[in-house]
């Protein structure tokens, strides 16, 4: 079981460090139920998680993506992630490190995705979260 999350995150990796929107939006389900923050109201298909990742390739760069996997259960999974990444324009270094809980249908899509994080940016840089 732990294979078919162990490749979904690896794909999400290959997207993330490849600053590729496509390619981490089509790990989505077309009815996908997205939290990118926890206190905000969720994306409710394909084309609001598309949004939102088409903005990757214009605000960093240099993204090392790395994660564990904690639990699964079934179509279940929870792991801990962490990302390097420079911000642009202000070439800031950023580390974030977070909670995925997320779910795939019989197509190993994402039907359910919802994290928690934080970040830290370089001394001298305003902190994100």
Not at 22 to 49: G, H, I, T
Not at 60 to 88: H, M, P
Not at 97 to 117: A, H, M, P, T, V
């Amino acid at each position: 079981m732990n294979k078919k999350f162990n490749n979904w995150l690896n794909n999400l990796k290959e997207a993330w460090e490849s600053l590729n929107p496509e390619k981490a939006a089509n790990l989505f389900s077309r009815d996908v139920k997205y939290y990118e923050s926890a206190l905000k109201m969720p994306c409710e298909n394909w084309d609001q998680v598309y949004d939102l990742w088409k903005v990757i390739p214009n605000n960093q760069k240099s993204a090392v993506f790395s994660f564990s996997i904690l639990f699964t259960q079934a179509n279940f999974c929870v792991a801990n992630w962490q990302v390097e990444r420079v911000l642009l324009p202000q070439n800031s270094r950023q580390k974030i490190d977070g909670i995925f809980i997320f779910s795939l249908n019989s197509e190993n899509l994402c039907n359910y995705f919802k994290q928690w994080r934080t970040a830290e940016t370089a001394p001298g840089s305003q902190k994100t979260f």
